[in-house]
């Protein structure tokens, strides 16, 4: 045991518990090197902070410490969740146990496997895949096998130094408040590691272990080719489009390759990109919703192979991004979440009208996360369907979708922008690879009547209104600077006041929704209906002149997100006009609201 003496007692007893609790040479080394150099600091804080199970689990940087991603800290959490589900179902996690998988990053192999370790030193059943797999399998999983919960480990589209622990519910959607909580607590009390919970050879040769990928891929697959009809599949054939397709450096690529077999739809894949590689070593930002800056190599490819379209899950596969040559310019369009969303919206309701043509629709449902498009709501009034907005995340969106499902209704389609899609209700959760299949078949269908992606978006348009978004982020990694400009925006005029316009009068403010203190004064008692969290910001302006934004903290980056929409009425068609008035109002919003420059804010793509 290597001399303790940090100047300060307290942070002398954290590192002395550190190097007798973990034995992982690497990390346990890092603490010892960075006390050797007296960087007491940095000590500090990666051992007196603590990285604080949320409703989206753990995410955070890998490395030593409490404060980051670690074998330590996964076998306290696993420990912790283990408590908490004999406390909540004991029999249901003997009967069933948990599934666990992960995706291709540095060492989630490794954690998805110290968890099935606890649980079956535990003497509870896992069924832990045996390779990576996408994150949507895990909650489909899940709701196949009736499991106490589910474990995902992934950061999905986080920078590569970083990893994650996602959680789902016995219901097979993402965890939501008071269940967080209570496994937090658990984990706390539960900070001791037992021998047993790094010995990981049990898996080798334990009967509570299970490998669930071969039957899940089964069941999955048929889900996707049941919900494409026949005539769609031969249309598939028939059009013999070729897409190109990238898993980002991710999981998707043999999953996709097989779906794409049943459906009848052919692709080429970026090779460069085919394989995981936990480094993503050709992008900067593994995110395809980054757009152009991620997709270099997707469009050399495309351009090489005369295809058209893009394909583009992030590395986990929940997710999916789409582009499409202009066959007039030769420019590529990368559309954005809500212009997918769009025409997903469309296609599902198309798509399921055919296939249910005398039944009404007063109990089908199409959900939206509430930054996102309110183009589902738009369509609903004129198509007869039924709307619900939620809070921002899958969180909230497959646990809604399930609620009204229980309670007699069908829903058929839920997105949020930062392209995330459920195109059907036996995942609930967001899809990349059943989504990739839904818009090849869109594509298809669209490109028999002589028309583009971008042709169809316009019509939809042309029908229901012009809706424009407008969304980026700026870079923060200060939590203090962040709360002060989210407490001057509420006391922009004095104390508990926010603004009532911006460019000096120019655009009106007519209400306000602060979903961190909870009012909201376009309801009779100021009170707002969606759920309230003082655990995140999250603020939205409605202006006189119909442009809706929302400024809003991410729950899992350093990002103070900011959303806006301009919504119009069929005969408004000139387009240009309307960006023009977005662009000066959302510049005006980011200057007066967010100051950049004050607070030294780095915009996307800096």
Same mark, same amino acid.
């Given at each position: 045991?290597?001399?303790?003496?940090?100047?300060?007692?307290?942070?002398?007893?954290?590192?002395?518990?550190?190097?007798?609790?973990?034995?992982?040479?690497?990390?346990?080394?890092?603490?010892?090197?960075?006390?050797?150099?007296?960087?007491?600091?940095?000590?500090?804080?990666?051992?007196?902070?603590?990285?604080?199970?949320?409703?989206?689990?753990?995410?955070?940087?890998?490395?030593?410490?409490?404060?980051?991603?670690?074998?330590?800290?996964?076998?306290?959490?696993?420990?912790?969740?283990?408590?908490?589900?004999?406390?909540?179902?004991?029999?249901?996690?003997?009967?069933?146990?948990?599934?666990?998988?992960?995706?291709?990053?540095?060492?989630?192999?490794?954690?998805?496997?110290?968890?099935?370790?606890?649980?079956?030193?535990?003497?509870?059943?896992?069924?832990?895949?045996?390779?990576?797999?996408?994150?949507?399998?895990?909650?489909?999983?899940?709701?196949?096998?009736?499991?106490?919960?589910?474990?995902?480990?992934?950061?999905?589209?986080?920078?590569?130094?970083?990893?994650?622990?996602?959680?789902?519910?016995?219901?097979?959607?993402?965890?939501?408040?008071?269940?967080?909580?209570?496994?937090?607590?658990?984990?706390?009390?539960?900070?001791?590691?037992?021998?047993?919970?790094?010995?990981?050879?049990?898996?080798?040769?334990?009967?509570?272990?299970?490998?669930?990928?071969?039957?899940?891929?089964?069941?999955?697959?048929?889900?996707?080719?049941?919900?494409?009809?026949?005539?769609?599949?031969?249309?598939?054939?028939?059009?013999?489009?070729?897409?190109?397709?990238?898993p980002m450096h991710g999981v998707g690529y043999?999953?996709?390759?097989?779906?794409?077999?049943?459906?009848?739809?052919?692709?080429?894949?970026?090779?460069?990109?085919?394989?995981?590689?936990?480094?993503?070593?050709?992008?900067?930002?593994?995110?395809?919703?980054?757009?152009?800056?991620?997709?270099?190599?997707?469009?050399?490819?495309?351009?090489?192979?005369?295809?058209?379209?893009?394909?583009?899950?992030?590395?986990?596969?929940?997710?999916?991004?789409?582009?499409?040559?202009?066959?007039?310019?030769?420019?590529?369009?990368?559309?954005?979440?809500?212009?997918?969303?769009?025409?997903?919206?469309?296609?599902?309701?198309?798509?399921?009208?055919?296939?249910?043509?005398?039944?009404?629709?007063?109990?089908?449902?199409?959900?939206?996360?509430?930054?996102?498009?309110?183009?589902?709501?738009?369509?609903?009034?004129?198509?007869?369907?039924?709307?619900?907005?939620?809070?921002?995340?899958?969180?909230?969106?497959?646990?809604?979708?399930?609620?009204?499902?229980?309670?007699?209704?069908?829903?058929?389609?839920?997105?949020?922008?930062?392209?995330?899609?459920?195109? *059907?209700? !036996? %995942?609930? +959760? @967001?899809?990349?690879?059943?989504?990739?299949? #839904?818009?090849?078949?869109? /594509?298809?269908?669209?490109?028999?009547?002589?028309?583009?992606?971008?042709?169809?978006?316009?019509?939809?348009?042309?029908?229901?209104?012009?809706?424009?978004?407008?969304?980026?982020?700026?870079?923060?990694?200060?939590?203090?600077?962040?709360?002060?400009?989210?407490?001057?925006?509420?006391?922009?005029?004095?104390?508990?006041?926010?603004?009532?316009?911006?460019?000096?009068g120019k655009y009106k403010i007519t209400s306000?929704?602060?979903?961190?203190?909870?009012?909201?004064?376009?309801?009779?008692?100021?009170?707002?209906?969606?759920?309230?969290?003082?655990?995140?910001?999250?603020?939205?302006?409605?202006?006189?002149?119909?442009?809706?934004?929302?400024?809003?903290?991410?729950?899992?980056?350093?990002?103070?997100?900011?959303?806006?929409?301009?919504?119009? *009425?069929? !005969? %408004?068609? +000139? @387009?240009?006009?309307?960006?023009?008035?977005? #662009?000066?109002?959302?510049? /005006?919003?980011?200057?007066?609201?967010?100051?950049?420059?004050?607070?030294?804010?780095?915009?996307?793509?800096?």
């Amino acid at each position: 045991m290597c001399d303790i003496n940090t100047g300060c007692a307290a942070l002398d007893q954290k590192v002395a518990e550190w190097l007798f609790f973990d034995k992982n040479e690497t990390t346990a080394n890092a603490i010892r090197s960075l006390l050797a150099g007296k960087q007491f600091d940095e000590i500090n804080k990666l051992l007196c902070k603590r990285l604080t199970f949320g409703t989206a689990g753990l995410r955070g940087k890998m490395g030593p410490g409490y404060a980051c991603m670690n074998d330590l800290v996964i076998i306290q959490t696993a420990q912790g969740f283990l408590k908490y589900l004999i406390k909540s179902d004991e029999n249901l996690l003997k009967e069933s146990g948990i599934v666990v998988g992960y995706d291709g990053r540095h060492n989630s192999r490794r954690w998805a496997e110290l968890t099935a370790a606890i649980f079956i030193h535990a003497g509870y059943p896992v069924k832990l895949f045996s390779t990576v797999c996408p994150t949507p399998f895990v909650p489909y999983t899940v709701r196949q096998f009736k499991c106490a919960s589910g474990v995902m480990v992934t950061a999905s589209h986080n920078p590569k130094d970083d990893n994650g622990y996602k959680v789902y519910g016995p219901n097979g959607a993402q965890i939501i408040s008071p269940v967080d909580e209570q496994v937090q607590a658990s984990i706390l009390e539960n900070l001791v590691p037992l021998d047993t919970s790094w010995d990981t050879s049990i898996l080798s040769s334990s009967s509570l272990l299970m490998d669930p990928l071969a039957d899940i891929f089964c069941r999955y697959t048929n889900v996707i080719y049941t919900e494409i009809s026949e005539e769609s599949k031969n249309l598939n054939k028939k059009m013999n489009l070729l897409f190109t397709y990238t898993p980002m450096h991710g999981v998707g690529y043999k999953f996709i390759e097989k779906i794409f077999e049943v459906i009848n739809v052919k692709f080429n894949v970026v090779q460069e990109q085919k394989d995981p590689h936990p480094d993503f070593p050709t992008v900067k930002f593994p995110n395809p919703e980054e757009g152009k800056e991620s997709l270099d190599l997707s469009f050399k490819t495309a351009d090489s192979n005369g295809s058209t379209i893009i394909l583009a899950n992030d590395p986990d596969a929940d997710r999916l991004a789409v582009a499409e040559k202009n066959p007039r310019t030769g420019n590529w369009k990368v559309f954005n979440g809500n212009e997918t969303g769009t025409l997903l919206g469309w296609w599902i309701l198309n798509s399921f009208k055919k296939k249910n043509p005398d039944l009404p629709l007063d109990k089908i449902y199409m959900l939206s996360s509430t930054v996102s498009s309110m183009i589902l709501k738009t369509m609903s009034k004129k198509e007869g369907f039924k709307f619900l907005d939620t809070l921002t995340g899958f969180k909230w969106l497959g646990n809604k979708a399930l609620e009204l499902e229980q309670q007699g209704n069908k829903v058929i389609f839920c997105f949020e922008e930062a392209i995330g899609f459920l195109v *059907t209700t !036996e %995942i609930l +959760d @967001k899809d990349g690879v059943s989504t990739a299949a #839904q818009v090849a078949t869109m /594509a298809s269908y669209i490109y028999s009547q002589n028309k583009t992606l971008d042709d169809q978006l316009n019509e939809i348009f042309d029908t229901y209104g012009l809706h424009i978004s407008c969304n980026s982020y700026y870079i923060c990694h200060e939590p203090a600077i962040i709360k002060e400009i989210f407490t001057q925006i509420r006391n922009a005029k004095g104390k508990d006041t926010y603004p009532q316009s911006i460019l000096n009068g120019k655009y009106k403010i007519t209400s306000v929704r602060d979903l961190t203190t909870g009012y909201d004064n376009n309801q009779p008692d100021n009170k707002a209906i969606l759920p309230v969290s003082a655990a995140s910001e999250m603020i939205t302006f409605n202006f006189e002149n119909g442009l809706v934004c929302t400024l809003r903290t991410s729950g899992t980056e350093p990002k103070i997100k900011y959303y806006t929409e301009m919504c119009a *009425t069929p !005969e %408004i068609k +000139d @387009k240009q006009q309307l960006i023009n008035i977005q #662009q000066e109002m959302v510049k /005006a919003i980011c200057e007066e609201m967010l100051q950049p420059s004050k607070y030294n804010l780095k915009p996307q793509g800096s």
